[in-house]
């Protein structure tokens, strides 16, 4: 089992930053890749961002390259997404997940999700 606990989300003006957190706890080899997806009213979630847990490997949607920085801090198995220039389009609900894949950026190969954060970005 894994365990996710996500933090940080927020209401904040267009041009703004926020820094989202997931606290991961359980079985290592069950999150291999740690990624976000969002999913705002009346829209299918969407891939954000996800980063392998040894490597560091990085992927991104292209809503969100150069805006978004996913990272992770192994030490307290939190992973991380820094949002900087935050648009309007960008209010969803944010959730982390795990997969025991290496690099995969599709919803379905995610095992275990947290609960999930609202990002409202004003504008």
């Known amino acids: 089992q894994v365990q996710l606990v996500e933090s940080g989300g927020g209401l904040v003006q267009a041009g703004g930053s926020l820094r989202l957190s997931c606290a991961a706890s359980?079985?290592?080899?069950?999150?291999?890749?740690m990624g976000w997806f969002r999913q705002a009213p009346g829209k299918e979630r969407e891939f954000v961002a996800a980063?392998?847990?040894?490597?560091?490997?990085?992927y991104y949607s292209d809503s969100v390259k150069g805006r978004f920085t996913i990272s992770r801090d192994s030490a307290k198995n939190t992973v991380y997404l820094q949002m900087n220039s935050l648009k309007p389009e960008d209010t969803a609900v944010y959730s982390c997940?795990?997969?025991?894949?290496?690099?995969?950026?599709?919803?379905?190969?995610?095992?275990?999700w947290g609960q999930g954060t609202q990002v409202t970005v004003s504008s």
């Open positions: 997940a795990a997969s025991s894949l290496w690099g995969t950026t599709t919803y379905y190969s995610y095992d275990y």
């Open positions: 359980g079985r290592t080899f069950s999150r291999r890749t």
């Open positions: 980063i392998t847990w040894s490597a560091g490997m990085t």
